[in-house]
């Protein structure tokens, strides 16, 4: 009987501890998770499916008391249907383009060179890295005084460099020189992050690839087209999939450097989205509007996830 | 980073090479530089010199910048300053020697602070947070958990001004609109997605088998994730938190649209900050300095950490 007692007196506690180990595991699991995933669901994924539900109706948030229709999908056709929104797309498309194009060249040269590991390497890397941490809302302010003709240091270098009067300097002000106002600083901000990836990527290549090909004599042109570009492809499509995301939705920038203007030359979609939803207050064309943008980021971003998957298996 | 070149390797790039690239990498630095430094001297202008042209880079340095940026004061005429009497303080000097007028009170303080207590509040939120999930992640089984994480990812590609419209008609109802609890809360839930990426790749990097001894030991599950796991990955949650204090710090956008006053942070009020004769340059640069040390300083700490977190955990260095 002492045996007994002793045996169940070693055992059930064990027993229950572990009984109570394996439940807790399940509830810590749960209660770890789930304030994450709650916050996430009130705060980005309700405000989603409300954004939804608005774009069927015709309501309007300066009028909060009046009755809200649904309207069907005519906010979508009057959407499609805007030469504006149109306008903006294209406005957008042009800034994603050329921002990429020249983060990526001057990115990725910039990682090729610092890859020679120079003396100092890491100390310039760093220096260089600086832009990209900033608020590009206050940074781009400043930017602006920069640009401003007869005052700004921008206007004053480029009319030294080219020998035109300041005042004709107007980065701002004119309609085929504001959008490129806004990819020059962009692309001041912004290489950094592109060449921070791709320095990821050569670093990524082993030693031995070049060894072997140095070995078979080929010509550092060769190497660099048959080796670097393509096995430090992957990062750069990471790094134009991360640009390209982020420029779509740019906003901050262009409100403070051009507002949109002069006209509607630097009009992107966020600045678009961004009127008719607190200006015009049109509620619900401005969701339909927020809804098609997040369907087409969407669907191109997971197009190009399988295009990037593609290119990392081969 | 993969093996390094070795003084032998054949691959080694010559003098030559590492010269011109060294050269090229310099001259790129220092332009990049130019107009942060130019935002520093800026902001130890006077107001006629920060508009001088040609542009002055040889000035008698001031605080007046400073000076119009944090005052409290009412505006101030040269005559009212006469009749005040004695100086009192840094401030009032500056504005004697020159015989200028303050442009009046400026909000710039409790801006930034309304910028420190959300970026810290919402940051230490999201750390918490995202550290309890990347645990729950990275140990436990849980049902669809890649779909989870991916959802977690995909919350930010939504434009913040897509998402501003239903946000701000919540925080309407709730009585949210123009706080600090608003904003902490929405800084948090986008920050979270990028808490939850970073920390699961640090925690997985643990090994488990320091848990399990832990609990054979007698500890339980939270004992052994208080005093095994939390320990090994204090880096990885510091270096979370920096990034997202970082986003925080910047954000623009929802603050632009979601606040008006109170709970306004420093990114939409630096641009409206206006002297005498339209925007006062030397208060916006030492407005901008001001709010641009802090992250500079943590670039310099976080140089090793920074491509995790850019990202989002997909590239290891």
Redesign the interface.
């Known amino acids: 009987m002492d045996r007994a007692a002793e045996a169940l007196a070693r055992k059930t506690p064990l027993k229950a501890a572990h009984r109570i180990?394996g439940l807790?595991?399940?509830w810590?699991?749960?209660?770890?998770?789930s304030?994450?995933?709650v916050?996430?669901l009130?705060?980005?994924?309700?405000?989603?499916f409300?954004?939804i539900y608005?774009s069927f109706t015709n309501f309007r948030?300066n009028r909060?008391n009046a009755v809200v229709e649904s309207v069907g999908l005519r906010n979508y056709q009057r959407v499609l249907n805007d030469p504006d929104i149109w306008m903006a797309m294209q406005t957008t498309a042009h800034f994603v383009f050329w921002t990429i194009v020249l983060q990526t060249l001057i990115g990725f040269s910039?990682a090729y060179?610092?890859d020679?590991?120079?003396?100092?390497?890491?100390f310039?890397?760093?220096?260089?890295?600086?832009?990209?941490?900033?608020?590009?809302?206050?940074?781009g302010?400043?930017?602006r005084?920069?640009y401003e003709p007869?005052?700004?240091?921008f206007a004053?270098a480029v009319s030294f460099l080219s020998g035109l009067h300041?005042s004709d300097i107007q980065m701002l002000g004119n309609t085929s020189l504001a959008p490129w106002s806004i990819i020059i600083v962009d692309t001041?901000m912004w290489t950094?992050?592109v060449m921070?990836?791709c320095l990821?990527g050569l670093?990524?290549?082993?030693?031995y690839i070049?060894?072997a090909a140095?070995v078979d004599r080929a010509s550092p042109w060769r190497q660099f087209w048959t080796i670097t570009v393509p096995m430090a492809l992957p990062?750069i499509m990471?790094a134009v999939l991360?640009r390209g995301?982020e420029n779509?939705?740019m906003?901050?920038m262009v409100?403070?450097l051009t507002g949109g203007g002069p006209g509607s030359t630097t009009e992107v979609?966020?600045i678009t989205?961004?009127r008719q939803?607190?200006e015009s207050w049109a509620?619900g064309r401005?969701?339909a509007f927020?809804?098609v943008?997040?369907v087409a980021?969407?669907g191109l971003?997971n197009i190009y996830v399988k295009a990037l998957n593609k290119v990392k298996q081969r | 980073?993969?093996?390094g070149?070795t003084a032998h390797?054949?691959?080694e790039?010559s003098q030559t090479?590492?010269?011109v690239?060294?050269t090229?990498?310099?001259i790129?630095?220092l332009i990049?530089?130019?107009?942060?430094a130019?935002?520093f001297l800026?902001s130890i202008k006077s107001p006629p010199d920060?508009?001088?042209?040609?542009?002055r880079i040889l000035f008698t340095p001031t605080l007046e910048g400073y000076c119009n940026l944090f005052t409290t004061r009412t505006r101030q005429t040269p005559d009212y300053i006469a009749a005040l009497g004695a100086p009192q303080g840094t401030c009032d000097t500056v504005t004697r020697k020159r015989n200028m007028v303050i442009a009046g009170p400026s909000n710039f303080l409790p801006r930034f602070v309304n910028s420190l207590v959300i970026a810290f509040g919402s940051t230490f939120l999201a750390v918490f947070?995202?550290t309890?999930?990347a645990?729950?992640?990275s140990?436990?089984?849980?049902p669809l958990a890649d779909d989870?994480l991916f959802?977690?990812l995909?919350?930010r590609?939504?434009?913040?001004?897509?998402?501003?419209?239903?946000?701000?008609?919540?925080y309407?109802e709730l009585g949210l609109s123009d706080t600090a609890l608003g904003m902490i809360?929405?800084y948090?839930?986008?920050n979270?997605?990028l808490a939850?990426w970073l920390l699961k790749g640090f925690i997985d990097e643990i090994p488990r088998e320091y848990e399990e001894a832990a609990?054979i030991d007698g500890y339980?599950?939270?004992q052994a994730?208080r005093k095994v796991v939390l320990p090994q990955a204090t880096t990885g949650i510091a270096a979370t938190a920096i990034f997202c204090l970082?986003f925080a710090?910047?954000?623009?956008?929802f603050a632009?649209?979601l606040t008006s006053g109170t709970a306004q942070t420093?990114?939409?009020f630096?641009?409206t900050i206006i002297g005498e004769g339209g925007?006062d340059?030397p208060a916006?640069?030492s407005g901008?300095t001001i709010?641009?040390i802090p992250?500079?300083l943590?670039?310099?700490l976080l140089?090793k950490q920074?491509?995790r977190g850019?990202?989002f955990g997909?590239?290891r260095?």
């Open positions: 180990r807790s595991d399940k810590i699991a749960w209660v770890f998770i304030p994450a995933i916050l996430l009130a705060i980005n994924i309700f405000p989603l409300w954004a608005l948030a909060p910039l060179l610092i020679r590991k120079f003396r100092g390497h890491a310039w890397t760093t220096i260089i890295l600086i832009p990209m941490m900033l608020s590009p809302a206050v940074v302010n400043f930017w005084f920069l007869q005052i700004g240091l004053y300041p001041w950094p992050y921070l990836i990821a670093r990524s290549i082993p030693d070049y060894e140095e990062f990471l991360f995301i779509f939705k906003f901050d409100t403070l979609a966020s989205l961004k939803a607190f509620t401005s969701s927020a809804i943008l997040f980021v969407f971003a | 980073m993969s093996s070149n390797s054949v691959v790039p090479t590492k010269y690239a060294g090229i990498v310099i790129y630095a990049t530089m130019v107009p942060l130019w935002i800026t920060s508009i001088a042209y040609p542009p947070l995202g309890l999930a645990y729950g992640f140990r436990f089984k849980v989870l959802f977690i995909s919350t590609m939504m434009p913040p001004v897509a998402v501003a419209i239903p946000i701000y008609l919540m309407r809360l929405l948090t839930a986008v979270v997605s939850v609990m339980t599950r939270l994730f970082i710090w910047n954000e623009y956008a632009a649209l420093a990114p939409p630096i641009p925007q340059w916006v640069a901008t709010f641009l992250i500079l943590f670039t310099i140089r920074l491509l850019i990202t997909a590239v260095k």
